[in-house]
C-alpha cells in the first residue's frame, strides 16, 4: 500500500498529516511550536518542488507514505489516478494506492502564513502564522489521516482519490 498526502505547496498540511500518520507528530494532542516547525519538509518546500513525490518513511503496517504539492491544478490527481489505474492494468502494478487531499484542511490564517514565509521570504511573520493556522487545523488533519487509514484497510478499488472535503457546520 502506498499513501500520497497531497496539498497545495505540499509543505505544510501534507508535512504535517504525513508525520501523523507514521507516529512522528501526536495523535492525541497538539504539538508543540517546536514540534510543528521541526516536522521534516514543514515550510521547506518551494515552488519547484511541486509535483515532486516526496518520500517520507514507511508505517507501522509496511505501507509507504510519500507527500505531493500539486499547485492550483484541479486535474492533476484525476490525471494521476487515471494513469496509475493504467499501470495496474496495463503493466501489472499491484501496490494499492490512496490519495489523499489536505487542502480541505487549511485555515485562512495558514494560507497567508504560507504566502508570506514561503512566496516572499518572510519567516519571521510567515511562521507564527502557520503554527497558529497547523493548531487551529491539527484536528481536522489527524481525523483524516485516521480516515484514510481506515479507508485503506477497506478498498477494493486499486486507486483511491479521497477529496476530504470540510462537513457543512449545519450538515456536521
Known sequence: MIFIYNCYGGTHTSSLASAIH???LPEDRLPTREEILNTEYFN?????????????????GGNKVYSLGRGWSSV?????KNFLELLHEECG???KIVLSNMSPTVPPVMT???????????NFIGEPLLVIGSRQ????I?????ETKDTAKRMKETVVMLENKVPHPAKA
Open 22 to 24: 507514521l507516529g512522528k
Open 44 to 60: 521547506k518546500l518551494n515552488y519547484k518542488d511541486m509535483g515532486r513525490f516526496i518520500y517520507r518513511g514507511v508505517d507501522s
Open 142 to 146: 489527524t481525523e483524516i489521516v485516521k
Open 137 to 140: 487545523a491539527y484536528q481536522r
Open 93 to 95: 502494478l499491484n501496490e
Open 112 to 122: 497567508v502564513g504560507g504566502f508570506v514565509s514561503r512566496a516572499m521570504g518572510i
Open 76 to 80: 492533476l490527481l484525476p490525471c494521476l
